[in-house]
């Protein structure tokens, strides 16, 4: 499957940091996919899509406008993890069709679903979870992306089955940490009595983004500290 990189110009940081927000959430998901293929299923078995990548790549504009009509894109560490559920969520769904991957949150097979409602239905259920203020538009956008597809037991088993993929990655992911404050701002007095070690903002800025990150629950490491150094020395120590 391919993928491309839609490079519109934005608010707060432009295309370059889409495109570098987006080249490392599908390169994050590519390390974990390869981590986690099956040994029963040919690594050339096609995906559940016959090779059109047109679900992933609305959605993902989808996610995009989504996010700048929400907040204006001024949190792209939200936007990733937003944008990593949804490919999961999806994943998961068109694993559940035709499985070429290990599937992430959801196990199950449903191979008479259609793969473009499972994959569509999948992200629209994870954008209206995390961006509740944009449901109108989300629903308009599902609408669309099934009206082209033929009524019936496919279409409908397809959309039960992107929901049942969202739910599971939702689920997976509540509670995982990333609700701390964005910004935390230093006092004036922590700036003057900070202790060799302490971090310490660059002027102008007089705060940390998202301290509360790095004890967020991983999407592919057992924990946070996994593969981190030994403690350093102690910056006053011989050493």
């Known amino acids: 499957m391919t993928f491309k990189i839609k490079t519109t110009p934005l608010p707060l940081g432009g295309a370059s940091t889409v495109a570098a927000i987006a080249a490392l959430v599908l390169g994050l998901f590519a390390m974990w996919a390869a981590a986690c293929k ?3 299923v040919s690594p050339e078995a096609p995906s559940a899509l016959d090779g059109s990548n047109a679900p992933v790549v609305e959605w993902s504009e989808a996610a995009y406008e989504a996010f700048v009509a929400e907040e204006k894109y ?6 990733v993890r937003v944008m990593a559920m949804v490919h999961l ?44 203020g944009q449901r109108a538009a989300l629903a308009a956008r599902l609408a669309r992306s099934l009206e082209s597809l033929a009524q019936g037991a496919g279409r409908e088993s397809g959309v039960a089955l992107g929901r049942r993929a969202a739910e599971a990655i939702l689920q997976r992911r509540r509670g995982d940490g990333s609700d701390t404050p964005v910004m935390v ?3 004036a007095e922590q700036l003057q009595n900070a202790r060799p070690g ?34 350093h020395p102690a910056l006053d120590s011989a050493e």
């Open 74 to 79: 001024g949190n792209p560490m939200r936007a």
């Open 185 to 187: 701002k230093f006092t």
């Open 38 to 40: 099956t040994t029963d």
């Open 89 to 132: 969520a999806q994943h998961d769904a068109l694993a559940a069709i035709r499985p070429s991957y290990a599937p992430y949150a959801l196990h199950t097979r449903v191979p008479e679903a259609d793969a473009v409602a499972a994959a569509s239905a999948a992200a629209h259920d994870v954008l209206v979870a995390e961006l509740p």
């Open 198 to 231: 302490t971090y310490l903002p660059i002027a102008p800025a007089d705060f940390i983004a998202a301290p509360g990150w790095r004890s967020m629950r991983p999407f592919g490491l057992q924990s946070p500290e996994q593969f981190r150094v030994s403690q």
